[in-house]
């Protein structure tokens, strides 16, 4: 199936089917079973519409304010207008206060950045919000191909309780090896014995790619020296696709209650229709499942023994076949992008504020005499190394829109009764930029000392929090040290040639540069 850009405008449906004079052909017909059938179908257009407009009252039953929504499209044209997501909740926060609430088409979203909220919500009751916000690709949550994200209830604290030692120190320290041979391939690509210019985003983007086929699969594919890798190609159309609007985004968006018997149809169609024609061919997110699934099969089928991610998860006995499938597909999609552009902003806030830079390169100078040097244990002795990507990560969170929780059994939050399936949602900039959180010095100032005071657990939201947070923060971050270390050890990224501007952001799925970054890097002279 094609799924492009869908567009739809409701107004001109309605006008489409007044033009068409559907009632008067099926009254006027003689054919009573057609009248039947017409009486029928307008019935239950009639009671969907219905539906839809009870639903607009949900939150005011609640007595929780909501900005203006539209009948059909909810407030979802305000948010996506321009891709800002982010930056319409911290809007709405300004004018309705830490908490109200929105409606993406006409399923209803609480959103708030008050801290009491949260601590219930995320660690106090967090069994009674075990699920996250559903996302247009996800299955139902009984389906048996569900991952760690998407699970909820019990099966996500079976496979959370299974998963957390894959990403313990200990296990990460046996891929500390690849990615510090990732983390040496990209070095060998930006070096160069004079001044250049660099489009340090697509360096970045091959680079935790390359990290992420080869901790996580234990395919050693060296995208990084290959700029016609297929792999690489393919999962950037996979990321392109995801976060570009289609048939089954605007399903999801706007008649929510038809996705899963929608994604139900698509894969059996899809199942049956590929004896005849192989889609993979032309759908991306098909061509990396296949491969995905065909890799575990061959490890487990030749008792292939390999130190990464896939290995880890194979020997956990009490997942299913299906279950490692899921879970390491979900391993690309969770950690590609978000560490790649969170190393983009990295390299960006240290060419816009060379002091930064200077300040991170004494520390590894004082810790290593040569990137040889340069490990896990180092770089946890590295202080102000923390404090810088904390910072970035403060100052450009990667993942808001994923920030959220849904309602898995109805209580009471703050006086207020919130039913079952309720998503609340995160205001993550306004957390980010609270003064009150984050002073005595100005939050829109990049500022890492910061981070050397101890604030409230919720000040900070670039990874979650609670027992929920992300399962791959450790690696996340271990990744992003040593390619900072790598890098900053042997090149110089020269400042800004205009220190005032600033980055153009855009959010689908993750919140990042709207054009690539391209940043002037010099060898250092001395190591």
């Not at 991610?309 to 956990?316: E, F, G, V």
């Not at 990137?371 to 770089?379: A, L, Q, T």
């Amino acid at each position: 199936m094609n799924f492009q850009v869908f567009k739809f405008d409701f107004n001109q449906l309605i006008e489409y089917f007044y033009n068409l004079d559907l009632l008067s052909y099926v009254f006027c017909e003689n054919n009573g079973i057609l009248k039947f059938i017409g009486l029928f179908i307008f019935g239950l257009i009639g009671f969907y519409l219905g539906k839809i407009w009870y639903s607009y009252r949900f939150f005011y039953k609640l007595g929780i304010k909501t900005p203006k929504y539209r009948f059909f499209y909810g407030n979802n044209l305000e948010l996506t207008k321009n891709n800002n997501y982010s930056d319409v909740l911290r809007n709405w926060t300004q004018t309705f206060g830490k908490t109200y609430g929105y409606y993406e088409g006409h399923f209803p979203i609480m959103v708030t950045s008050d801290l009491e909220i949260l601590q219930e919500v995320f660690v106090h009751q967090s069994s009674n919000f075990s699920a996250r916000k559903k996302i247009f690709v996800s299955r139902d949550e009984d389906a048996p191909d569900i991952a760690l994200f998407t699970a909820t209830r019990d099966r996500w604290k079976k496979m959370r309780y299974i998963m957390n030692p894959t990403f313990s120190s200990a296990k990460l320290r046996e891929l500390e090896p690849l990615l510090i041979k990732c983390a040496d391939r990209l070095n060998k690509q930006i070096e160069n014995g004079n001044k250049i210019d660099i489009n340090i985003t697509e360096f970045f983007k091959r680079f935790t790619m390359d990290s992420i086929w080869m901790c996580a699969f234990g395919l050693d594919l060296d995208m990084q020296n290959n700029p016609d890798n297929e792999y690489f190609k393919r999962c950037e159309a996979l990321f392109k696709f995801i976060g570009t609007p289609n048939l089954l985004s605007f399903i999801g968006n706007y008649l929510h209650e038809f996705l899963d018997p929608l994604m139900e149809i698509i894969e059996n169609l899809e199942r049956f229709m590929s004896r005849f024609y192989d889609f993979t061919r032309h759908y991306p997110i098909l061509w990396f499942m296949k491969h995905v699934f065909e890799l575990v099969e061959i490890r487990k089928r030749e008792n292939i023994k390999k130190n990464d991610y896939l290995q880890i998860l194979i020997d956990c006995k009490s997942l299913t076949t299906l279950e490692v499938k899921i879970n390491l597909a979900l391993f690309m999609l969770a950690g590609y992008e978000t560490t790649s552009i969170a190393l983009t902003y990295a390299c960006y806030c240290l060419a816009k504020y060379p002091l930064e830079q200077s300040k991170l390169y004494d520390e590894i100078k004082l810790k290593c005499d040569s990137e040889n040097d340069i490990n896990s244990d180092i770089i946890q002795e590295m202080v102000y190394l923390d404090y810088f990507i904390k910072e970035v990560l403060r100052y450009y969170p990667t993942g808001t829109s994923v920030i959220s929780r849904k309602c898995t059994k109805a209580t009471k939050v703050k006086d207020m009764n919130i039913p079952e399936g309720l998503v609340i949602a995160v205001d993550v900039l306004s957390l980010h930029f609270d003064t009150d959180l984050w002073g005595p010095v100005d939050p829109n100032l990049f500022h890492p000392e910061r981070h050397s005071v101890k604030r409230n657990p919720f000040a900070f939201m670039s990874f979650g929090s609670g027992p929920r947070n992300c399962i791959g923060m450790k690696f996340a971050l271990l990744e992003l040290k040593l390619a900072l270390c790598k890098i900053l050890i042997n090149f110089e990224i020269l400042p800004l040639k205009s220190l005032s501007e600033d980055l153009e952001l855009f959010e689908a799925f993750v919140r990042r540069p709207k054009n690539d970054v391209v940043l002037t890097i010099r060898k250092r002279s001395e190591n």
